[in-house]
């Protein structure tokens, strides 16, 4: 067995620095990651397909089929049934994928996602989408937003 010069040490420690710096930033940033989505014109001139924040699912809970449902959300004349403890975002893209509501939107860098439309509501005419848990204005957006047990979503246009 050979021995590892002094080269090796260095590199060795950089590569296990670096992986743990991921690892805490990954754990610290858990309920914070905005959703990365590349495009090739501006936000303003494209509308994007939303991906998942997560990969291979939702994140921040347990999968779709094992929670009751518990969550309302009203969009015009739509209403869902959404799980808790799951982004907001993640929620609206799985409810997207089996053909229980339509929504669009814009990503800009560093701020989220924004929805454009949603159900039957749609931005226009200077009014812009805004969405109010259990009645009180959102603060922040459905890329940063966990869903709560009993949390009643609308969409309104102002």
């Known amino acids: 067995m050979s021995k590892l010069n002094k080269k090796s040490y260095i590199g060795i420690f950089i ?6 710096l991921a690892l805490f930033f990954t754990f610290q940033n858990k309920e914070k990651i905005n959703p990365i989505i590349k495009t090739q014109t501006t936000p303003s001139q494209q509308k994007v397909e939303p991906p998942l924040l997560s990969q291979g699912g939702v994140r921040g809970g347990n999968s779709v089929a094992q929670n009751k449902d518990s969550v309302t ?3 015009g004349d739509t209403t869902i049934h959404l799980q808790p403890n799951i982004i907001f975002y993640d929620a609206l893209i799985q409810e997207k994928k089996l053909g229980k509501i339509a929504f669009s939107g814009k990503n800009y860098p560093g701020l989220g996602f924004f929805v454009t439309e949603i159900g039957t509501l749609q931005t226009s ?3 812009n989408l805004l ?3 259990n009645g009180k204005q959102a603060s922040v957006g459905v890329s940063a937003y966990t869903l709560k047990d009993g949390d009643v979503i609308e969409w309104k246009l102002e």
């Open 125 to 127: 005419n200077g009014k």
């Open 15 to 20: 590569a296990i620095f670096f992986a743990g």
């Open 131 to 133: 969405y109010y848990i």
């Open 73 to 75: 959300v009203s969009a």
